[in-house]
């Protein structure tokens, strides 16, 4: 499915992403983590058009999008929710939705009708169900609660059909309760549509109850890859990122 090949990526001398080779398989659960400035964001930006990549291959069912515009990457199959919550706070729910609805579907001319289209409604409406948000359809983006208001920029991605989902930090922001929501809702999302999820995540007790797999970055480079047992034993992850204390206070 989705498959990096020695990626690399320099800013001013400073390498960010040096040499990074992985394989995302179709419908896998995965997340990236490492200590801040392990090129966790500057991965995800290289993978979705942000960021133009030095060198490499990035390859999404054999082609490679390395390089390709941001557009170009989403119409591919790719999408991104962000760290903080890129919405539309004047248009309802159900507005901001249809709206990416119709720029997916490049129904542009269509767009200052207010979103009336009937033809795009089932699909707003499903990706609503899907996130949870059917009950706040008609609630302005801006009102809603930070949780929701991150359940929406990935219900805009969703929006945009992809076959990977991106999700950078899903629960920042978040108290305990509000993250185990959030992260039950990803979970199940993922369940239902059958998609290639990749998550950059801190809380490293949701990252190894919800990810298949885990892949470790630091200083840009892949230090460790493999199941959350695997990963949390792993003793240059201990001495890296988790900590001797962490190791401790989660025995097997």
Request: aromatic fraction near 6%.
């Amino acid at each position: 499915m989705l498959k990096i090949e020695n990626l690399q990526k320099s800013f001013g001398g400073i390498s960010a992403i040096s040499e990074v080779s992985l394989h995302f398989a179709a419908g896998s659960l995965t997340a990236v983590i490492g200590p801040n400035g392990a090129g966790k964001t500057s991965f995800f930006n290289l993978i979705c058009g942000a960021l133009r990549p030095d060198g490499g291959r990035i390859l999404l069912d054999g082609e490679n999008i390395a390089g390709l515009s941001a557009p170009a990457i989403v119409r591919r199959g790719i999408g991104r929710a962000f760290q903080i919550a890129s919405i539309f706070p004047s248009l309802s729910v159900r507005e901001a939705i249809l709206g990416a609805v119709n720029a997916h579907h490049r129904w542009h001319a269509r767009l200052g009708r207010r979103f009336p289209l009937t033809v795009a409604k089932p699909q707003a409406d499903e990706v609503m169900e899907l996130v949870g948000l059917t009950a706040q359809a008609d609630t302005l983006s801006g009102n809603l609660s930070h949780g929701d208001q991150k359940v929406l920029d990935i219900a805009l991605a969703l929006a945009l059909e992809p076959r990977v989902l991106l999700l950078d930090e899903p629960t920042a922001g978040m108290g305990p309760e509000e993250r185990g929501r959030m992260m039950e809702t990803v979970h199940q999302l993922w369940q239902r549509k059958k998609m290639t999820l990749i998550f950059i995540e801190h809380d490293m007790d949701i990252v190894f109850k919800f990810a298949q797999t885990i892949r470790v970055l630091s200083y840009g480079r892949v230090l460790a890859e493999g199941t959350p047992e695997e990963v949390r034993r792993h003793p240059s992850v201990i001495e890296a990122y988790l900590g001797a204390r962490y190791d401790a206070e989660h025995p097997p």
